[in-house]
């Protein structure tokens, strides 16, 4: 199915009534990208601008090394970075075109970004850390990755920015995910993913996670979080009126909290190679700007439809801010 009908309705209807988010692609020369920005660009479902020095006869493309806005982007990454390096580290800094591709976004010349497909994770998480702050409602960002098998659509999450988060930073990640969650026409329901069940076992890491869950229930989104639970419980309904039988959570979960970095980033690749989902991501969340990250195995159709994500997100994020 085509991956746009899974956004929100009303998304969608921003999106394909040709709403020209755009969306800046760092890894400019990479072949993968350019395929997924022709098409974006042909079926005008967002506006695409590369980071490279070479020139397209028909996407819109942007050399570091000789822009015209480059001082405004030099005063406005000094502000950022508030003295913590000097104008050459700063210069240096901005011919990378991950720090470029963001900035764009800091001076409003470009609303989401999307990168990754030749660069490690790690370098695109450090540099939208360093350029982009936290929203003032959250101490820490997080990332998830978005999971899609034919009408099938789940969320996972932290696959790839804390650790071991605290309590409190599952919290923080939960309704980050939940909120970015709000895209896509499904109904939320969350689960926050342990080896135990409603108390069937006892440890430190349990115990983390059911203190997340207690806090949770404190806030707005309590009556659609649930845990902890293991993942079958959490899967599947049948089993989770056995293992759980106070739970009141019905129906379907898509939303998957996992406990640390090591069990999210291995569950969703597990679902990837051996259940056949497409996985699209890992999107920072809690972050002041839209970013996602790419895997370096992405194909272009990866690549397209992380596009799609994002510049939903913008459309979401605008509607949020204007309500």
Request: aromatic share 8%; glycine share 6%; net charge positive.
């Given at each position: 199915?085509?991956?746009?009908?899974?956004?929100?309705?009303?998304?969608?209807?921003?999106i394909?009534?040709?709403?020209q988010?755009?969306?800046?692609?760092?890894?400019?020369?990479?072949?993968?990208?350019?395929?997924?920005?022709?098409?974006?660009?042909?079926?005008?479902?967002?506006?695409?601008?590369?980071?490279?020095?070479?020139?397209?006869?028909?996407?819109?493309?942007?050399?570091?090394?000789?822009?015209?806005?480059?001082?405004?982007?030099?005063?406005?990454?000094?502000?950022?970075?508030?003295?913590?390096?000097?104008?050459?580290?700063?210069?240096?800094?901005?011919?990378?075109p991950?720090?470029?591709?963001?900035?764009l976004?800091?001076?409003g010349?470009?609303?989401?970004?999307?990168?990754?497909?030749s660069?490690?994770?790690?370098?695109?998480?450090?540099?939208?850390?360093?350029?982009?702050?936290?929203t003032?409602?959250f101490?820490?960002?997080?990332s998830?990755?978005?999971?899609n098998?034919?009408?099938?659509?789940?969320?996972?999450?932290?696959?790839?920015?804390?650790?071991?988060?605290?309590?409190?930073?599952?919290?923080?990640?939960?309704?980050q995910?939940?909120?970015?969650?709000?895209i896509?026409?499904?109904?939320?329901?969350a689960?926050?993913?342990s080896?135990?069940?409603?108390?069937?076992?006892?440890?430190?890491?349990?115990e983390?996670?059911?203190?997340?869950?207690?806090?949770?229930?404190?806030?707005?989104?309590s009556?659609n979080?649930?845990?902890?639970m293991?993942?079958d419980?959490?899967?599947?309904?049948?089993?989770?009126?056995?293992?759980f039988?106070?739970?009141?959570?019905?129906?379907?979960?898509n939303?998957?909290?996992?406990?640390?970095?090591?069990a999210?980033?291995?569950?969703?690749?597990?679902?990837?190679?051996?259940?056949?989902?497409l996985?699209?991501?890992?999107?920072?969340v809690?972050?002041?700007?839209?970013?996602?990250?790419?895997?370096?195995?992405?194909?272009?159709?990866?690549?397209?439809?992380?596009?799609?994500?994002?510049?939903?997100?913008?459309?979401?994020?605008?509607a949020?801010?204007?309500?």
């Open positions: 199915m085509n991956f746009i009908q899974l956004l929100d309705r009303s998304i969608n209807e921003k394909l009534g040709r709403r988010v755009k969306v800046v692609f760092p890894d400019g020369e990479d072949d993968r990208v350019i395929k997924a920005c022709e098409l974006a660009l042909n079926e005008n479902i967002y506006l695409p601008i590369l980071i490279t020095s070479k020139k397209h006869p028909k996407l819109i493309t942007i050399d570091p090394n000789n822009y015209s806005k480059h001082n405004e982007m030099l005063e406005k990454f000094k502000e950022i970075r508030q003295n913590k390096n000097t104008i050459e580290e700063l210069e240096k800094l901005m011919k990378n991950i720090y470029f591709a963001l900035l976004l800091e001076i010349e470009a609303d989401t970004f999307v990168g990754g497909s660069y490690p994770s790690s370098d695109i998480i450090r540099a939208s850390f360093q350029v982009t702050r936290t003032p409602n101490k820490k960002a997080s998830c990755m978005v999971l098998k034919n009408e099938q659509l789940y969320v996972f999450g932290d696959v790839s920015a804390n650790i071991n988060p605290t309590s409190e930073d599952l919290v923080e990640i939960t309704q995910i939940f909120d970015f969650g709000s896509f026409n499904i109904p939320k329901k689960a926050l993913l080896f135990s069940t409603n108390g069937s076992a006892k440890s430190l890491e349990v983390k996670v059911q203190k997340a869950v207690s806090l949770l229930k404190e806030t707005s989104i009556d979080i649930e845990g902890e293991q993942f419980a959490a899967f599947d309904l049948a089993t989770r009126k056995k293992k039988p106070t739970s009141k959570m019905e129906g379907k979960i939303i998957f909290v996992f406990p640390d970095l090591n999210g980033n291995i569950g969703y690749k597990i679902a990837q190679q051996l259940g056949g989902f996985a699209l991501g890992p999107v920072l809690g972050l002041r700007r839209p970013i996602s990250d790419l895997s370096r195995g992405a194909t272009w159709q990866d690549i397209y439809n992380t596009g799609i994500i994002m510049a939903s997100k913008v459309v979401y994020d605008e949020k801010r204007n309500k």
